[in-house]
Nanobody, 115 residues
């Protein structure tokens, strides 16, 4: 089992910045992918950004140039700049084994961007 603890959400005005953090513990994998997904009310959960243990990144088109994902051995960060009201959602940290067989989710952290 892998446990994930998230932090860093909150309320910010449009154009502002937030930094999300997620720490993994437990039976972690040497090769893995960590990332952030979000779910707004009435919408499906979507991938925001992901990064492999080899530092390969993937971003949702609408956040490219505004969000930056980075990581350590068992931590992942999401620096969110130029936030927009449409970025408002619950953000979930996800940890996956390299082959995708095992997925673990954090409890979620609320990000609210006011206009």
């Amino acid at each position: 089992q892998v446990q994930l603890v998230e932090s860093g959400g909150g309320l910010v005005q449009a154009g502002g910045s937030l930094r999300l953090s997620c720490a993994a513990s437990g039976s972690t994998f040497s090769f893995n992918t960590m990332g952030w997904h979000r779910q707004a009310p009435g919408k499906q959960r979507e991938l925001v950004a992901a990064i492999t243990s080899g530092r390969v990144t993937n971003y949702l088109d609408s956040v490219k140039g505004r969000f930056t994902i980075s990581r350590g051995a068992a931590t992942v960060y999401l620096q969110m700049n130029s936030l927009k009201p449409e970025d408002t959602a619950v953000y979930y940290c996800k940890y996956s084994s390299y082959d995708g067989r095992y997925d673990y989710w954090g409890q979620g952290t609320q990000v609210t961007v006011s206009s």
